[in-house]
């Protein structure tokens, strides 16, 4: 998400793009969704890795797929936007959503150690994509 707001133009008022930002994190939540998800596919809800080995996390892309490492990457990046601009997060209503957000990722990333020498680092198969290609498109 913190890389997403720095491609954002100077022009725009982030009071008014961080809550769509945070909103479309929240489509990509895998696992139970909090009643703090304020934008999440309902066609995801039943399917939202309920079997998979590894619970919680996001999905990538348009797919059914959790990559740990860009999770990491993208928690971290949060994590730091949060302890910096905390200000900023709250001025647009969003501080609570990343928050939950990063909680999220956090458990995540914590349930892929599934042993002292192994992390999980992809959950689904990337083929996937093409079954959630047809069914966004109806077909």
Sequence with gaps: MASLWLM???EYDLKQVLPALTGFVDTA???????????????LEP?????DPVQGGF?????YVKYSMPIATSMMMLALSL????EGYSAAGSLDAAR???????DYLMAAHTAPDRFVVQVGNPT???????FNNGG
């Design 59 to 63: 999905y990538m892309a348009a797919d």
């Design 29 to 43: 939540r895998s696992g139970a969704l909090p009643a703090l998800t304020r934008a999440a596919y309902l066609w």
């Design 47 to 51: 399917l939202s890795g309920l079997t």
């Design 100 to 106: 939950s957000q990063l909680r999220h990722g956090a």
């Design 83 to 86: 302890a910096q601009f905390p």
């Design 8 to 10: 954002i133009p100077n």
């Design 128 to 134: 996937d994509y093409l079954t959630s290609l047809r």
